[in-house]
Nanobody, 124 residues
Framework: QVQLVESGGGLVTAGGSLRLSCAAS????????MGWFRQAPGKEREPVAA????????VYVDSVKGRFTISRDNAKNTVYLQMIQLKPEDTATYYC?????????????????WGQGTQVTVSS
């Protein structure tokens, strides 16, 4: 069992930055691939980024490439999503997810463990 708690969301103006954190408790953190997903009102949950257990592999959805960076600190059992140059269309609830298997960006229906989400609102 893995428990995930996101933090770091908030209200920011377009062009601003935020760093989301996802703290994990439970079993060996490095055994888990981690993903960030987001869901805007009225839309389906979509992948944002994913990172392998070692941190050596990271993938991003095209819409955030060059603006978002996923990273992890296995000593702190935490995965991060650094977001810069935020746009109003980035407004959503952001969720982190974990699984022992690598699903990359194809994990919306596959990741086993999910956090409660943190709200990111970008005003124009």
């Amino acid at each position: 069992q893995v428990q995930l708690v996101e933090s770091g969301g908030g209200l920011v103006t377009a062009g601003g930055s935020l760093r989301l954190s996802c703290a994990a408790s439970g079993r060996t953190f490095s055994n888990y691939a981690m993903g960030w997903f987001r869901q805007a009102p009225g839309k389906e949950r979509e992948p944002v980024a994913a990172i392998s257990g070692s941190g050596g592999l990271a993938v991003y959805v095209d819409s955030v490439k060059g603006r978002f960076t996923i990273s992890r600190d296995n000593a702190k059992n935490t995965v991060y999503l650094q977001m810069i140059q935020l746009k109003p269309e980035d407004t959503a609830t952001y969720y982190c997810a974990a699984d022992t298997k690598w699903y990359g960006l194809d994990g919306v229906n596959n990741y086993r463990y999910w956090g409660q989400g943190t709200q990111v609102t970008v005003s124009s």
